[in-house]
């Protein structure tokens, strides 16, 4: 069974400051790790992914994230925080493709806030 | 850049009614989705849809719900007598190849029973 657990349901940073959004994963295969952002009233948008390539991983909107295996964490980063970065954040994690875990398992998120 | 797209964004339905959800995938992907999120929760896995079939369901997915995909470009979710814990936010989502890429969502449809 795949899980992830997201270390705090609140998070809030001021503008400028780092940004670090925990995640820790669980997963019986070699997992695919992914975080998501949702803004106010809109659905889902990719952030960045980890596929078992690099291990730092950059995605959108300056974000970033280390696969560390030892540690089961894929934490999120940002150096400089931004007001509109303020959302919800979701970690997720499948299973390789063509496993039976291949489906994208969600966190339970946490909500960014940035102070000005 | 290519969407999914679900309509209606917002449906209000009174309990026992059987209500349909609708979602255009991204034209070339070949794995369709179906999650919610309730208000304030995570979001959770409903139901997956390959080669005109389902190949995984969750607990959640139980004989009220249905997907199909009735023509080459819209995929439904339909809940054939809504109860009140229906209540959610439904997301649509399709993928070219599995879970490698990630999914691409829709912007919801948020369903509220009364």
């Known amino acids: 069974a795949q899980s992830v657990t997201q270390l705090g349901s609140h998070v809030s940073v001021s503008e400028g400051a780092l940004v670090l959004l925990r995640c820790n994963y669980s997963?019986?295969?070699?997992?695919?790790l992914f975080w998501y952002v949702q803004y106010p009233n809109q659905g889902l948008q990719l952030l960045l992914k980890?596929?078992?390539?690099?291990?730092l991983v950059k995605g959108i909107n300056g974000f970033e994230a280390e696969f560390k295996k030892s540690e089961t964490s894929f934490h999120l980063t940002k150096p400089s925080a931004h007001m509109s970065d303020a959302a919800e954040y979701f970690c997720?994690?499948?299973?390789?493709?063509?496993?039976?875990?291949?489906?994208?398992?969600f966190g339970s998120g946490t909500r960014l806030s940035i102070r000005p | 850049e290519p969407e999914v797209t679900q309509t209606p964004s917002h449906q209000v339905t009174q309990m026992g009614q059987e209500v349909i959800l609708r979602c255009v995938p991204i034209?070339?992907?070949?794995?369709f989705y179906w999650y919610r999120q309730i208000l304030g929760q995570k979001v959770e896995f409903l139901v997956s849809f390959y080669n005109n079939e389902i190949s995984e369901k969750s607990e959640i997915f139980d004989d009220q719900f249905s997907v199909e995909r009735p023509d080459g470009s819209n995929f439904t979710l339909k809940i054939r007598s809504t109860k009140l814990e229906d209540s959610a936010m439904y997301f649509c989502?399709?993928?070219?190849?599995?879970?490698?890429?990630?999914?691409?969502f829709g912007s919801g449809t948020r369903l509220t029973v009364v």
């Open positions: 980890y596929t078992s390539a690099a291990t």
């Open positions: 034209s070339n992907h070949l794995y």
């Open positions: 989502a399709s993928s070219e190849v599995s879970t490698y890429y990630g999914y691409t």
């Open positions: 997720a994690v499948s299973g390789l493709w063509g496993s039976s875990a291949s489906k994208i398992i």
């Open positions: 997963s019986s295969v070699p997992p695919y």
